[in-house]
């Protein structure tokens, strides 16, 4: 009995853990929407920032892309992409940034 509770609190916590994780089309783009990012980025096309095709695919292969990228999402930054700023995001919520980030990460051109 205790190990049947154990491996179903695990399996929630998981469940819980990877929510953001596992965003879909439809709920990336609900985010990019509440949170102001399809002001500037679009999935596949440059809008005043880059695709978020074209980010993927620039950081493919770095291991600390994420991290990289929450930084730059809530700090802002120029430079990178040509001299637009993108300005910093400090009301975004670090959960939301970590799922939208992660999810651009697997998109492909």
Request: hydrophobic share 50%; glycine share 8%.
């Amino acid at each position: 009995m205790k190990t049947t509770l154990a491996v179903l609190i695990s399996t929630a916590a998981l469940a819980a853990g990877s929510a953001h994780a596992a965003l879909d089309m439809a709920a990336a783009e609900a985010m990019m929407k509440k949170d102001g990012c399809a002001a500037c980025h679009a999935v596949d096309k440059k809008v005043i920032g880059p695709s978020y095709q074209e980010v993927a695919a620039k950081y493919a292969g770095d291991k600390d892309a994420a991290a990289k990228l929450a930084k730059k999402v809530k700090e802002g930054g120029s430079g990178t992409w040509g001299q637009i700023p993108m300005p910093p995001n400090v009301t975004v919520s670090d959960a939301d940034i970590k799922a939208l980030v992660d999810w651009i990460l697997t998109l492909k051109k």
